[in-house]
Every structure is written in C-alpha cells, then in structure tokens.
C-alpha cells in the first residue's frame, strides 16, 4: 500500500491550497485517513482526520478554515485549506488505517510529506 499527497504550494495569509491523498496497492478496506502536519521544530500533530465511524475531527486552530473531505471510491482523502494563515506553514502528511485483507487488521500507512508555505 502506497500513499501519495499532492498540492502543496506557497500561498500568502489569506490564500487557499487543497492537498489530495491518494492509497493505492492492495486495499480491502480503508477505516480511517487523516492529515498530520509538522511544523519545523514540532512535533508531528493531527490536523484533520476521519474515524472508523465516519466523523471528522479537525484541530481547534484549523476549525472553520480547513475541511477534510474523502473519496473512498477513488480511496482519496483531501483537505481544503482556506484563510491560511503563517502558522499552518508546514510538511503536512497523510495517513492512513487500510485493511489488505479481510483476514488481516487494519495497518497504518503514511504518505510522504507535502510542503505548504504561508508567507507573505
């Protein structure tokens, strides 16, 4: 299984980008993908994500900016990113809780990062 993100960029304050992350390989099932970000010299958190149950959960800075959509169908998860701001400049990450096999648990996989810069 390979994650592949997309769409960063440089934006000034303000601006918008949507990352796109797409699974491919051996999937079965996918019951979680999410977007991490780490900012230089922090430690890697959680900025959106889906549970297993379907409900999207979004770090107190991004709420109202960012919204995390999802298309298993074309197994893509993406995030649109709007009034962003310096603060969000970082590698941002997908990942993902995939199932190969209906025999086999649910594994985390992670895509490599894309840079977004914030600056003016």
């Known amino acids: 299984v390979q994650l592949q993100a997309y769409g960063g960029g440089s934006v000034q304050p303000g601006g918008s980008l949507r990352l796109s992350c797409a699974a491919s390989?051996?999937?079965?099932?996918?019951?979680?993908m999410g977007w991490y970000r780490q900012a230089p010299g922090k430690q890697r958190e959680l900025v959106a994500g889906?549970?297993?149950?379907?409900?999207?959960n979004y770090i107190d800075s991004v709420k109202g900016r960012f919204t995390i959509s999802r298309d298993y169908g074309k197994n893509t998860v993406y995030l649109q990113m709007n009034s962003l701001k310096a603060e969000d400049t970082a590698l941002y990450f997908c990942n993902g809780a995939i199932q190969s096999d209906p025999r086999d648990v649910a594994r985390s996989y992670w895509g490599r990062g894309t840079l977004v810069t914030v600056s003016s």
């Open positions: 889906f549970t297993s149950g379907g409900s999207a």
């Open positions: 390989g051996r999937i079965f099932r996918i019951t979680g």
